[in-house]
Nanobody, 115 residues
Framework: QVQLVESGGGLVQAGGSLRLSCAAS????????AGWYRQAPGKQRRLVAA???????NYADSVKGRFTISRDNVKNTVYLQMDSLKPEDTAVYYC?????????WGQGTQVTVSS
């Protein structure tokens, strides 16, 4: 069994920054691909950023140049650094990791950006 614990969400003013963390524990050897998704009220969950096991990343157009996904393979943790936040970034953010036993989701963390 794999557990994911997300942290780092909160309330921030437009232009501010937050750093989300997703720590994986349990029956894992290493994290393969991982990603951060977000879901705003009344909208579908969408991919924000992803990182492969080898390190290459990709981002949604709406966050390119503002968000950075990274990983610490020793700590089995995935991060999302969010800078220049906008009110439209307000959503619940979920991490997703793929390990040898399957794909797992975090519990979600709320990010609210005030104007």
């Amino acid at each position: 069994q794999v557990q994911l614990v997300e942290s780092g969400g909160g309330l921030v003013q437009a232009g501010g920054s937050l750093r989300l963390s997703c720590a994986a524990s349990g029956s894992i050897f290493s994290i393969n691909a991982a990603g951060w998704y977000r879901q705003a009220p009344g909208k579908q969950r969408r991919l924000v950023a992803a990182i492969t096991s080898g390190g290459p990343t990709n981002y949604a157009d709406s966050v390119k140049g503002r968000f950075t996904i990274s990983r610490d393979n020793v700590k089995n943790t995935v991060y999302l650094q969010m800078d220049s936040l906008k009110p439209e970034d307000t959503a619940v953010y979920y991490c997703n990791v793929n390990v040898h036993s399957g794909s797992y989701w975090g519990q979600g963390t709320q990010v609210t950006v005030s104007s």
